[in-house]
């Protein structure tokens, strides 16, 4: 089983509702990651855990809380998003980190849009 | 900081033709790895090839290969036999190999293919 599974595959939120995205992965990988996709631009990093801890959070404000319950799954709490949080969320997730040769399998993503 | 560039925003082939796709980066690091991934309009990126920077040898996956230029920081790729499944967009991506920061990815702005029948 070489899937990451996202879901919802879309959701609208309201500015003020509270939302969680999930991932889910049972390919036994330590990494996993949150991206955030624009239109017609490319993914952009937002969160990384290694070993359920959280290893790299690329500045991203606090209304995006990731979690990390165990090993296979990963999710990204929303709170207060504004409309220019509407995206492609994407997850991913890896053997490792630092492996020579660790992929990063991606998610089919969640589109995300904010009223 | 690490950079890609996909100076090809779009490319068009006839199908069974070849086309080939441009990706220059910039680091300062010797060890990195290259990568090509593919996003459908179904949206989920698959990697399609995958280039270890201290190899020599061109990576090649059956109709996929690369034209890997470590001094010129090149990084091309070319598909062969297109074919309708090929339209996506195409994304050139950098792995910094054993930093602290693991295996974080910084990708190119994309190249989208169309595959004229």
């Known amino acids: 089983d070489t899937e990451v599974t996202q879901t919802p595959k879309h959701l609208v939120m309201g500015m003020t509702n509270k939302k969680s995205l999930k991932c889910e992965q049972h390919?036994?990988?330590?990494?996993m990651y949150w991206y955030k996709q624009k239109a017609k631009k490319p993914p952009e990093l937002m969160f990384v855990y290694s070993y359920e801890k959280l290893s790299i959070n690329e500045s991203v404000p606090s209304r995006f809380s990731p979690e990390c319950p165990n090993s296979s799954l990963l999710n990204l709490h929303l709170h207060a998003l504004q409309p220019e949080d509407s995206a492609l969320y994407l997850c991913?997730?890896?053997?490792?980190?630092?492996?020579?040769?660790?992929?990063?399998?991606f998610g089919p993503g969640t589109r995300l849009t904010v009223l | 900081a690490q950079t890609v560039t996909q100076s090809q925003p779009e490319m068009s082939v006839q199908e069974a033709e070849t086309v080939t796709l441009s990706c220059t980066y910039d680091t300062s690091e010797s060890d990195y790895y290259l990568f090509w991934y593919k996003q459908p309009p179904s949206r989920q990126m698959i990697l399609v090839i995958r280039q270890e920077a201290y190899k020599q040898q061109n990576a090649t996956e059956n109709r996929f290969s690369v034209n890997f230029q470590k001094a010129a920081k090149s990084f091309s790729l070319k598909i062969s036999d297109s074919q309708l499944g090929d339209a996506a967009m195409y994304f050139c991506a950098y792995r910094v190999l054993f930093k602290a920061a693991g295996n974080k990815l910084t990708f190119g702005g994309g190249t989208r293919v169309l595959v004229k029948p």
């Open positions: 390919m036994g990988h330590r990494a």
């Open positions: 991913a997730s890896s053997q490792g980190m630092a492996g020579a040769s660790y992929e990063q399998f």
